[in-house]
């Protein structure tokens, strides 16, 4: 079972894909952590993407449409996965599509997990201050910029998966738990 979980920064999609990971034995494909991981071995990859992310701007399509083709390359993605922040465009979202068929390999849910915005500031404010700042794109005036990026390039995907009549939605100010149940019900009924 191959699944999407799309949501503007700090909607849940690492909590849920974790909660996935351990419950369905699938494989989280979080284009973030792998860019984050890029930027941690200083590989060439990784030291172009590094001031993008800290702005909180998109790293370039090609970019992120080659590191997920050759993840889906490695046998392990055979079982399932969970694309986690990935498509973010409609060209991601369009070249995910022509991946998919070329790899014979299907999606078998969209998930949109919906967020109030104001909750969502709130919400990372918390994160940045329990990490200490972990994550250098953890704070208030770049997650601003995170989400009017959602706004812009990532929100269009949506009517993309809709008109392909392949999209769910969740209500992701719910607590954890209820939104991981309303989750495992589209999945279990795909
Ligand atoms: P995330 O952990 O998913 O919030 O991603 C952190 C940062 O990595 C984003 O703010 C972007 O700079 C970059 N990034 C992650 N996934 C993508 C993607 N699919 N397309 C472009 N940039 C991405």
Known sequence: MNIILLGPPGAGKGTQSDLLVSRRGLIQLSTGDMLRAAVAAQSEVGLRAKAIMDRGDLVSDNVVIDIISDRLDQDDTKTGVIFDGFPR??????????????????????????????????????????????????????????????????????????????????????????????????????
């Open 89 to 190: 465009t409609v060209a991601q979202a369009e070249a995910l599509d022509q991946l998919l068929s070329k790899k014979g390999m299907a999606l078998d849910a969209v998930i949109e997990i919906s967020v109030n915005e104001d909750a969502l500031v709130a919400r990372i404010a918390n994160r940045a201050g329990e990490s200490g700042g972990a994550r250098a794109d953890d704070n208030a005036e770049i997650l601003r910029n995170r989400l009017v990026v959602y706004r812009e390039q990532t929100a269009p995907i949506i009517p993309y998966y809709q008109e392909k009549g392949a999209l769910k939605t969740v209500d992701g100010m719910a607590s954890v738990e209820v939104v991981a149940a309303s989750i495992a019900a589209i999945l279990d009924a795909a």
